[in-house]
């Protein structure tokens, strides 16, 4: 009977804290109006960038909790024939279009049809052919190719100009034998190769064109019935055409064919339909219990957001306003990595080629994104898109979900609070897990508190939960002359228990 009690018990327990977690949720008020009256700001930005920097067209949009809000077109797609650009308009995106190569990949993954780990020659025999620079080097994995860390040498403009190769110029490569910068897995550097090797991976593990694969897999699914792979297929009034500033002119760039390097650049869509693809990507955050409804799991595209290779950090780097504001920046699996001094974190992907430049970024824990294509040689498309961005968050002040505290944190909170400041019989009290008392000792522990509540003062309010995660979070006791904050990290025990204790007089 005893046996019994204690296993229904047990089980009671983990329905109780195992089961309580709670959406994060945007708690600021009017958040959809204070957005909206950035949009005239945001508009003036693209007006000014385009005239400063010889824009033939751009268009540009913003998507807010899965919708496209607002939209802008300056210029013209068809400089002779003074086309205006419009959300309509269908522009090629260049490297934006690695991360549905690296969706498709992901989804053939959670198919079971590869491995992430796979060596990549299992797919592309000929890759065998490729002496790597020493013996005791790595295979080159699927992974690898994804993350830019095959070994293959940077190759811009290079592969920018094989976008129409066969898939015959594309094994030639490899039949000849590939010339390496740095053993696979040992440094990042940009391979468009890389992903046009994944596009074949795609044809052999799926008996289809990797152009037909995605087409079928992603973008029908997303309802992205004007993106395109060959600009020929492309409505001629609403295809852009590429141009360069030259002498002072606007000289056209011959549009490129697709073929086997369209993998890694050539995918030719709209800011209506990209708005689309940015909507799954936010569509991700946060994890929920919720029925999957996209074209791939979820959790695959968290994964596809997650910083495998953190190639760069800059302290230079500052906000529009000028206020400095270091970056950490990472490669994910088609897809740029981001955090900011103030530790928001943007997703998304630059692209160029001749004729075209393009940026996207999201925001996940802001539910927020922004996306502009221009029809300029390289356009540098994430700089308006920056600023935009800074200026939409400053003027909105829109904040980051707020993740509820779990009902475990919330009890132990008010068991802590009990034992404060005079820790009478803490080491009776059963939230502290078996180290606490190996590691903090109640007389110090009793005149840290004392010295806190000293300055505090009496104490007039406890501040809610404020969690960052299940099992981490802090309060704040506001006293009349100064207040106290009290942090604590939980156990991965099931009923978690109290590990690690801090507290502090704050302003």
């Not at 913003?62 to 797609?77: A, C, E, N, P, R």
């Not at 695959?300 to 400095?324: C, F, H, T």
């Not at 999201?362 to 898109?385: D, K, Q, W």
Request: with cysteine; glycine share 8%.
């Amino acid at each position: 009977m005893k046996y019994k009690l204690t296993l229904l018990l047990s089980i009671c327990t983990l329905i109780t804290f195992g089961q309580t977690y709670k959406l994060p949720v945007f708690s600021d008020a009017d958040r959809g109006k204070k957005i909206a009256a950035s949009f005239a700001a945001i508009d003036q930005i693209y007006k000014d960038y385009a005239a400063a920097n010889h824009w033939p067209g751009v268009a540009y949009g913003i998507v807010v909790d899965g919708q496209l809000v607002h939209v802008g077109g300056i210029g013209y797609t068809d400089l002779p024939n003074k086309t205006e650009v419009n959300s309509k308009s269908a522009f090629r995106i260049a490297s934006m279009t690695k991360s549905f190569t690296a969706m498709a990949i992901l989804k053939l993954r959670d198919e079971g049809k590869l491995k992430l780990d796979d060596p990549a020659s299992m797919y592309v025999p000929e890759m065998k052919n490729s002496k790597l620079l020493t013996k005791d080097a790595a295979a080159i994995t699927i992974r690898n190719l994804l993350t830019h860390t095959a070994g293959f040498p940077e190759d811009n403009p290079w592969g920018d100009r094989q976008l129409a190769d066969s898939d015959d110029d594309l094994l030639n490569i490899y039949r000849k034998g590939v010339s390496f910068s740095n053993d696979p897995g040992l440094g990042y550097e940009y391979s468009n190769l890389g992903f046009a090797t994944l596009g074949y991976i795609i044809k052999k593990v799926s008996g289809k064109s990797y152009e037909d694969y995605i087409s079928e897999n992603i973008l029908k699914p997303l309802g992205m019935t004007h993106t395109y792979w060959e600009y020929t297929k492309v409505p001629k009034e609403q295809l852009a055409h590429g141009y360069r500033w030259l002498n002072n002119n606007w000289v056209e760039e011959a549009l490129l064919h697709d073929g086997s390097y369209g993998a890694m650049g050539g995918l030719i869509t709209t800011i209506e339909d990209f708005s689309k693809y940015m909507a799954l990507h936010l569509a991700a955050w946060p994890p929920r219990d919720d029925a999957e409804t996209g074209p791939i799991k979820r959790s695959s595209i968290r994964e596809m957001q997650y910083p495998w290779d953190v190639s760069a950090l800059n302290l230079q780097a500052k906000l529009s306003n000028g206020k400095p504001c270091p970056t950490m920046a990472a490669y994910c699996y088609g897809l740029r990595w981001t955090k900011d001094c103030d530790n928001r974190v943007y997703v998304g992907h630059t692209g160029g080629l001749p004729g075209f430049g393009s940026q996207w970024n999201i925001l996940p824990e802001y539910g927020i994104g922004i996306v502009s294509f221009v029809n300029l040689t390289y356009a540098n498309a994430g700089a308006p898109n920056k600023q935009a961005l800074d200026t939409l968050l400053a003027l909105s002040g829109a904040q980051p979900r707020l993740l509820p505290p779990s009902a475990i944190l919330n009890q132990r909170k008010s068991e802590l609070i009990k034992l404060l400041p005079n820790w009478a019989n803490a080491k009776a009290s059963p939230i502290f897990a078996q180290n606490f008392w190996s590691d903090y000792f109640v007389d110090e522990l009793k005149a840290n508190a004392k010295a806190a509540f000293a300055k505090a003062g009496k104490i007039v309010s406890v501040s809610e939960m404020v969690a960052l995660n299940q099992l981490r979070g802090s309060f704040i006791m506001q006293g009349e002359n100064a207040n106290i904050k009290v942090s604590f990290t939980l156990t991965p025990e099931n009923p978690a228990l109290i590990q690690e204790y801090h507290l502090e007089v704050v302003k």
